[in-house]
């Protein structure tokens, strides 16, 4: 058995909601055993949730919409050029002794991620992106950020994830990671329901205000 945090697009004022779910996992690094453990997963949140619809935002999700929207996967166009969102994430890492690297936008994906020197310069200070520096409070905004500013590109995509309210990443565990594309996707999809998405991606300022009721106010601040 196994626990994930699953994210619930909301219309209550907090953008999104987080619930736990256990369910029967199945080991293996095989893309069959990671869509049996989303199988299994899926079915536990219907037996909740009947008339939601389900979306698992990974590499290994049976449905392409949910591969398309894999950070791995997905792109920003910034300038004519086009970078993925993983690349962008990873080489924005201002740490104590080191980064930001910038060449890592050019690499893959995966080896961007795994670049030995995002565990050997230090601690983690912040994000420096497009000459800003990002503050490491709340947790997970410059990620959201770029995530939902790529899906905003991709239009012709939109209506097709209105139809869903509920999100999952089998492969996020938040005792390891703080960031997850489910997360970011299930805010997108409030504010974009809301008809408040052009206010919120205006500007990073504006954008903070979705963290403003979860975290202490002393924490708010772009530098």
Known sequence: MAKRQVFIQSSEGDFFKEEIFEFKFY???????????????????KDKYPDMEILEVSSKSNNSLGRELSAFNLQYEDNGKR?????????????????????????????????????S?????AFIYKDKTWPLEPKTFFYDWIYINALYQKKDI???????????????????????????????VSIYKNNTLGYYLKSPDNFLEIYSSRIEPTQLGFL
């Open 83 to 119: 970078f993925f969102i993983e690349n962008i994430f990873q080489s924005s890492k201002k740490f104590s002794q080191g980064g930001p690297y910038k060449d890592l936008l050019y690499e893959t994906p995966i080896k961007a991620k795994k670049d030995e020197r995002l565990k």
């Open 158 to 188: 939109h209506s097709k994830l209105l139809k869903y309210s509920i999100f999952t990443d089998i492969e996020f565990n938040s005792e390891k990671s703080i960031n997850c594309q489910a997360r970011s996707l299930a805010i997108f």
């Open 27 to 45: 080991t293996g690094f095989a893309i069959s055993q990671k869509q049996k453990s989303i199988s299994e997963l899926h079915s536990v949140i």
């Open 121 to 125: 310069s230090g601690k983690l200070e």
